[in-house]
């Protein structure tokens, strides 16, 4: 069962009827339904597309935060194999909002860490929504580290809403482990490769994406700051989000023009959350092929490609 | 990445464009209520002389107060890319700008200077907070990596006095990809074996902590100064609870490990100073206040015309 967005209502309807006559068909197997049914499919299918095709920035945000899109550990299980996750930053404690370890893909070993939502009640509160604490950004240096001494590749997979706001996570050093972790990305000998596969919120995500290659995933979003923080600072009312979302330039079309982004990995029709399995093998095909851009390159240019293009940034801005 | 190409003339400021002070004028401290004379409130950098309150600082008033005899050269900074988002909430960003640029008189948030400071030579940055709300912008990226390549030419320590609520929505993702850029720059100094020492005042959070304000090689704040990575009010509203009295203040950041010192500002410049010289293996300084140098530096060579102020003749 499908859990549909505030502007997919109409879809919902049409699909809704769908399901109704077929319901009714097997109830009643005199009825022929199909022919009608088939209709509203291919009306749905119509909708879907014109909806999809031009998602406004707010609207995509809603679908980069869709409970059913897929998470870290959804890749990670199809992508990968060999994934051996490690734990902790030997210091405080194991922050389960950040998933990372040994793994291998297309038999390439490498480290792959993440952001981890998780998709249900309880692993939500376990993971706290994706967002890390001090603990996580310093198991992810951790792992990176460990990556660059054996001379393995890092793919990070971003998806938080931010790091966490909480008493704890301040008075051990948010900012600190968040500065760390980035200056890690920034440091590290072997190709760094990050893929935006939901939400990019802010400091959270930077401290896994200062990478020699960010791909996004079509309606993923990257953003200084939430539309609704933005909204309630700016326009003094967080119900304009939409406005906000719009301002702020996040979706991976705006990040591609302003070099921020490399890479637009396409969504199935009606994002990720219609179709996993074609998203996923998608993510895969990209880093893949990313990883061969920058298989053959020396620790040293990785490491100064990837300075460059950050220094870099902010000398081109959008087109009038 | 080479920003020197982009180096300009550097310009001469000195205590002429102090403001002249009126002597019959009143201020009331902020937080004790005692009414303090204006000159005794300057001369003693804004801090309460009854309760040692720390009251906001000008960019400018805080170079002074760190170069002896209040002499500095300004490091030109690379102009960005203007609004590059065209950005517009319920005003527009431009004219944001305008407004920010009229009120103090400065390009944006951040002064890069060159100069001598307990005649050790260094180069400073001071994140102006009266410039909105002294944030990150391309524009500071842009200052910090200028103060870094400087400092780097002239084997120099970089100083940087923090103060911003985060980085600048106005300029989005390009705002927020100055926490890598300026990270960048804290590398090339540590590379080049020089010290970067920061000093964090009231206020400073968001994506300025969590990037060039809290990689420091020795991490000083000013007393009471409000420093974190999220706001008090968003944890409060996450958490549902009270947050302790003195939360996110120097001193309970001391307490928690996250500093080296938390040092009153009428100290600062002593200390940093002894700071610097021990991590540069210079001799033991000279300390108090100084005049201004004496005109040979590679700095101040570069000055046609400079001009030293009456006090420090
Ligand atoms: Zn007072």
Same mark, same amino acid.
């Given at each position: 069962?499908?859990?549909?967005?505030?502007?997919?209502?109409?879809?919902?309807?049409?699909?809704?009827?769908?399901?109704?006559?077929?319901?009714?068909?097997?109830?009643?197997?005199?009825?022929?339904?199909?022919?009608?049914?088939?209709?509203?499919?291919?009306?749905?299918?119509?909708?879907?597309?014109?909806?999809?095709?031009?998602?406004?920035?707010?609207?995509?945000?809603?679908?980069?935060?869709?409970?059913?899109?897929?998470?870290?550990?959804?890749?990670?299980?199809?992508?990968?194999?060999?994934?051996?996750?490690?734990?902790?930053?030997?210091?405080?404690?194991?922050?389960?909002?950040?998933?990372?370890?040994?793994?291998?893909?297309?038999?390439?070993?490498?480290?792959?860490?993440?952001?981890?939502?998780?998709?249900?009640?309880?692993?939500?509160?376990?993971?706290?929504?994706?967002?890390?604490?001090?603990?996580?950004?310093?198991?992810?240096?951790?792992?990176?580290?460990?990556?660059?001494?054996?001379?393995?590749?890092?793919?990070?997979?971003?998806?938080?809403?931010?790091?966490?706001?909480?008493?704890?996570?301040?008075?051990?050093?948010?900012?600190?482990?968040?500065?760390?972790?980035?200056?890690?990305?920034?440091?590290?000998?072997?190709?760094?490769?990050?893929?935006?596969?939901?939400?990019?919120?802010?400091?959270?995500?930077?401290?896994?994406?200062?990478?020699?290659?960010?791909?996004?995933?079509?309606?993923?979003?990257?953003?200084?700051?939430?539309?609704?923080?933005?909204?309630?600072?700016?326009?003094?009312?967080?119900?304009?989000?939409?406005?906000?979302?719009?301002?702020?330039?996040?979706?991976?079309?705006?990040?591609?023009?302003?070099?921020?982004?490399?890479?637009?990995?396409?969504?199935?029709?009606?994002?990720?959350?219609?179709?996993?399995?074609?998203?996923?093998?998608?993510?895969?095909?990209?880093?893949?092929?990313?990883?061969?851009?920058?298989?053959?390159?020396?620790?040293?240019?990785?490491?100064?490609?990837?300075?460059?293009?950050?220094?870099?940034?902010?000398?081109?801005?959008?087109?009038? | 990445?080479?920003?020197?190409?982009?180096?300009?003339?550097?310009?001469?400021?000195?205590?002429?464009?102090?403001?002249?002070?009126?002597?019959?004028?009143?201020?009331?401290?902020?937080?004790?209520?005692?009414?303090?004379?204006?000159?005794?409130?300057?001369?003693?950098?804004?801090?309460?002389?009854?309760?040692?309150?720390?009251?906001?600082?000008?960019?400018?008033?805080?170079?002074?107060?760190?170069?002896?005899?209040?002499?500095?050269?300004?490091?030109?900074?690379?102009?960005?890319?203007?609004?590059?988002?065209?950005?517009?909430?319920?005003?527009?960003?431009?004219?944001?700008?305008?407004?920010?640029?009229?009120?103090?008189?400065?390009?944006?948030?951040?002064?890069?200077?060159?100069?001598?400071?307990?005649?050790?030579?260094?180069?400073?940055?001071?994140?102006?907070?009266?410039?909105?709300?002294?944030?990150?912008?391309?524009?500071?990226?842009?200052?910090?990596?200028?103060?870094?390549?400087?400092? =780097? *030419?002239?084997?120099?320590? !970089? $100083?940087? @006095?923090?103060? &911003?609520?985060?980085?600048?929505?106005?300029? %989005?993702?390009?705002?927020?990809?100055?926490?890598?850029?300026?990270?960048?720059?804290?590398?090339?100094?540590?590379?080049?074996?020089?010290?970067?020492?920061?000093?964090?005042?009231?206020?400073?959070?968001?994506?300025?902590?969590?990037?060039?304000?809290?990689?420091?090689?020795?991490? =000083? *704040?000013?007393?009471?100064? !409000? $420093?974190? @990575?999220?706001? &008090?009010?968003?944890?409060?509203?996450?958490? %549902?609870?009270?947050?302790?009295?003195?939360?996110?203040?120097?001193?309970?950041?001391?307490?928690?490990?996250?500093?080296?010192?938390?040092?009153?500002?009428?100290?600062?410049?002593?200390?940093?100073?002894?700071?610097?010289?021990?991590?540069?293996?210079?001799?033991?300084?000279?300390?108090?206040?100084?005049?201004?140098?004496? $005109?040979?530096?590679?700095?101040?060579?570069?000055?046609?015309?400079?001009?030293?102020?009456?006090?420090?003749?």
């Amino acid at each position: 069962m499908t859990q549909y967005l505030d502007f997919e209502k109409p879809l919902a309807e049409i699909e809704g009827k769908a399901e109704e006559l077929r319901a009714m068909a097997r109830e009643n197997p005199e009825m022929d339904v199909e022919k009608e049914a088939a209709a509203l499919d291919r009306k749905a299918a119509d909708l879907l597309k014109s909806l999809y095709g031009d998602l406004t920035a707010w609207r995509k945000c809603q679908v980069a935060r869709h409970p059913e899109r897929p998470h870290c550990q959804d890749y990670i299980n199809a992508l990968f194999t060999e994934y051996t996750p490690l734990a902790g930053d030997r210091n405080f404690a194991d922050d389960l909002s950040v998933m990372g370890g040994l793994a291998r893909i297309e038999g390439i070993p490498v480290m792959v860490i993440g952001h981890e939502k998780g998709n249900d009640t309880k692993s939500r509160i376990e993971r706290n929504f994706g967002m890390a604490r001090p603990e996580g950004y310093r198991k992810a240096i951790r792992l990176m580290e460990l990556a660059n001494r054996f001379g393995l590749p890092v793919i990070t997979l971003v998806d938080t809403p931010g790091a966490y706001p909480g008493k704890g996570a301040e008075e051990r050093g948010q900012s600190e482990a968040i500065a760390r972790s980035t200056e890690k990305c920034l440091e590290l000998k072997v190709p760094l490769i990050s893929v935006v596969i939901g939400e990019g919120g802010s400091g959270g995500a930077v401290a896994f994406a200062s990478a020699n290659r960010v791909a996004m995933l079509e309606h993923s979003v990257y953003s200084v700051i939430s539309p609704e923080g933005c909204a309630s600072i700016l326009w003094k009312d967080a119900e304009k989000m939409r406005e906000s979302a719009e301002a702020l330039r996040l979706t991976s079309k705006d990040l591609h023009e302003l070099g921020v982004c490399d890479r637009i990995i396409p969504e199935p029709e009606g994002g990720a959350h219609r179709d996993p399995d074609t998203a996923i093998t998608s993510v895969g095909e990209a880093i893949v092929s990313m990883l061969n851009e920058l298989r053959d390159l020396s620790g040293d240019k990785l490491r100064a490609d990837r300075r460059n293009k950050y220094l870099a940034l902010g000398s081109k801005g959008l087109a009038a | 990445m080479n920003w020197i190409t982009n180096y300009v003339r550097p310009t001469i400021n000195s205590l002429f464009s102090r403001r002249e002070v009126p002597d019959n004028l009143w201020t009331k401290c902020d937080d004790c209520g005692t009414m303090l004379f204006h000159r005794e409130l300057a001369d003693n950098l804004n801090v309460c002389t009854n309760c040692d309150h720390h009251m906001a600082i000008g960019a400018r008033d805080r170079l002074k107060s760190i170069f002896d005899g209040g002499v500095f050269v300004e490091v030109a900074v690379p102009e960005p890319v203007a609004d590059p988002l065209h950005f517009r909430d319920q005003k527009r960003y431009t004219d944001r700008i305008k407004e920010a640029r009229k009120k103090t008189g400065e390009k944006d948030a951040m002064l890069v200077a060159e100069g001598e400071m307990g005649r050790t030579p260094v180069v400073v940055a001071v994140q102006d907070f009266s410039f909105m709300g002294g944030s990150m912008s391309m524009y500071v990226g842009n200052a910090i990596v200028a103060a870094a390549e400087r400092a =780097i *030419a002239l084997k120099r320590p !970089l $100083i940087l @006095f923090s103060a &911003a609520g985060g980085a600048r929505m106005q300029e %989005g993702i390009l705002g927020l990809m100055q926490m890598p850029r300026t990270t960048i720059a804290v590398q090339m100094l540590k590379e080049a074996g020089l010290p970067y020492i920061v000093v964090l005042t009231h206020p400073t959070t968001g994506g300025v902590t969590a990037s060039y304000a809290m990689l420091g090689d020795v991490q =000083i *704040a000013e007393p009471n100064a !409000l $420093i974190g @990575f999220a706001g &008090a009010r968003v944890i409060e509203q996450t958490i %549902g609870e009270k947050l302790p009295e003195g939360f996110q203040r120097a001193e309970y950041l001391l307490d928690h490990g996250m500093l080296d010192r938390v040092t009153m500002r009428t100290a600062l410049k002593d200390e940093l100073v002894t700071i610097v010289r021990l991590l540069m293996k210079q001799d033991a300084p000279v300390k108090g206040d100084l005049p201004a140098p004496e $005109i040979t530096s590679e700095a101040t060579l570069q000055l046609e015309d400079p001009i030293v102020p009456d006090d420090a003749k």
